[in-house]
């Protein structure tokens, strides 16, 4: 497999794990309870969109914020992975981590004539989790047919949230909580094995020596 594509699929399934739209799903629904269903599906849209946008920004910007703040990237991706640690670790538990949504943030969202921009899009989608692994993956990109299979990958993400909100009625009729807290816990599994490459990755990027060590 060509290593753009390997690179690209990498980033889709950590990027999905941890924007994870099933887990949106439940306060999705509660916030959009009394709209119609045109209106639904235009706050569906403008929640994927802002959640795309914000990914794209830090992706393409994220070495020009690491050079601006003076941090390396190995103190970033330890960083990073011990953020994206306690998200899947709430994931794994069918709970909604408080780094994307708290309970005040969805009770002043509940007042909210568009709820698609604050908190679905940001940061139910796009919290920091994803904002971290975005930036992460940008720096991991080092050719630029890995950053644009990085850029595609993001806008994948951001298509399959617009799919999954947009159905978000009828998935939650299939699937039921039972079906959407399984899907919850296998992403969580999945963010955990991402979480763990973050930090392996920043320490041997902090400390040169371990990768000669274990080779």
């Known amino acids: 497999?060509?290593?753009?594509?390997?690179?690209?699929?990498?980033?889709?399934?950590?990027?999905?794990?941890?924007?994870?739209?099933?887990?949106?799903?439940?306060?999705?629904?509660?916030?959009?309870?009394?709209?119609?269903?045109?209106?639904?599906?235009?706050t569906a849209l403008r929640a994927s969109v802002t959640a795309l946008s914000?990914?794209?920004?830090?992706?393409?910007?994220?070495q020009v914020l690491?050079?601006?703040?003076?941090?390396?990237?190995?103190?970033?991706?330890?960083a990073g992975g011990l953020l994206l640690f306690s998200v899947a670790f709430d994931m794994m538990n069918a709970q909604v981590s408080t780094t994307k949504s708290t309970p005040e943030e969805n009770a002043d969202a509940s007042s909210r004539d568009d709820v698609g921009l604050m908190p679905v899009g940001i940061p139910l989608l796009s919290g920091p989790g994803?904002?971290?692994?975005?930036?992460?993956?940008?720096?991991?990109?080092?050719?630029?047919?890995?950053?644009?299979?990085?850029?595609?990958?993001i806008a994948a993400v951001g298509l399959v949230s617009w799919v999954v909100l947009r159905s978000a009625t009828r998935i939650a009729r299939v699937l039921g909580l039972t079906g959407m807290n399984i899907i919850a816990r296998v992403m969580g599994l999945i963010?955990?094995?991402?979480?763990?490459q973050f930090i392996?990755?920043?320490?041997?990027?902090?400390?040169?020596?371990?990768?000669?060590?274990?080779?």
Not at 54 to 62: E, K, P
Not at 66 to 78: H, L, P, V
Not at 137 to 150: D, I, Q, W, Y
């Open 191 to 196: 963010l955990a094995a991402v979480a763990a």
């Open 66 to 78: 690491f050079q601006f703040f003076g941090i390396s990237i190995g103190a970033f991706k330890i």
């Open 130 to 153: 994803a904002i971290a692994s975005s930036m992460v993956l940008s720096a991991r990109a080092h050719t630029m047919a890995e950053k644009g299979a990085l850029l595609v990958a």
């Open 200 to 215: 392996i990755d920043g320490l041997i990027a902090a400390f040169p020596a371990l990768s000669r060590h274990a080779a």
């Open 1 to 42: 497999m060509h290593p753009a594509v390997s690179f690209g699929l990498t980033a889709f399934t950590s990027l999905f794990a941890i924007v994870d739209p099933f887990a949106a799903l439940p306060v999705y629904l509660a916030l959009t309870a009394h709209e119609s269903h045109e209106h639904r599906r235009g």
């Open 54 to 62: 914000v990914l794209l920004v830090f992706a393409i910007s994220g």
